[in-house]
């Protein structure tokens, strides 16, 4: 197993320690904080493989598999875990989390047809609002800050409409190759 694959598995073990944390509030004070560092280092080795691999050509199918399946796996138990603390309405993490599920089957029935679906402008503005967002949702700073985590989860939705619809409409020919 290559070392993108590894960090890739690394982050995926990651996810139930995330769980565990802001669910249990094991760590007293320093909760938190502590599932800051683990959403973090999560989120940062999901940039290491993607620039390992592509810089030493060490992409594998495994990678393009388990790589995005693993940054949902991420951002899908973080919000999940918002619903239960009564930081995030279900609404919200449904919308996000269905839309993952989309362009999953999108890029599925094309992967079928010999089409590559990349990730495009959009794709990457919703990941970046989402990190945000769940950063400043376990950070928890109050006060000011929460103006800045409704605008960040309002970011987040209306991104990941964009995005879905984005991506929809340029790979609109997927959906006339199925019969």
């Known amino acids: 197993m290559n070392t993108p694959n590894k960090l ?3 982050r995926m073990i990651l996810v139930p320690f995330l769980v565990l944390f802001m669910l249990t509030g094991w760590g007293d004070a320093a909760n938190k904080y502590i599932c800051l560092v ?3 280092t999560a989120s940062v080795t999901d940039w290491f493989d993607g620039q390992i691999a592509r810089k030493y050509n060490l992409v594998t199918n495994f990678g393009k598999f388990m790589d995005p399946l693993a940054d949902k796996l991420l951002v899908c138990s973080a919000l999940i875990c918002f619903i239960e603390l009564e930081k995030l309405p279900a609404w919200v993490v449904i919308i996000i ?3 993952e599920f989309i362009i999953s089957g999108f890029r599925l029935i094309a992967a079928e ?3 590559v679906i990349a990730a495009n402008y959009w794709g990457k503005f919703k990941t970046v609002s989402q ?4 950063i400043l949702l376990i950070i928890d700073l ?3 800050f929460d103006i800045i985590e409704q605008i960040f989860i309002w970011l987040s ?3 990941t409409v964009i995005s879905l619809i984005t991506y929809i409409w340029q790979n609109k020919n997927v959906l006339s190759m199925q019969n």
């Open 8 to 10: 890739t598995v690394a």
């Open 142 to 144: 109050g006060g000011f």
């Open 131 to 134: 990190m945000i967002m769940i």
């Open 113 to 115: 047809n010999g089409i």
């Open 157 to 159: 939705v209306a991104l």
């Open 97 to 99: 989390i269905a839309r």
């Open 38 to 40: 683990i959403f973090v």
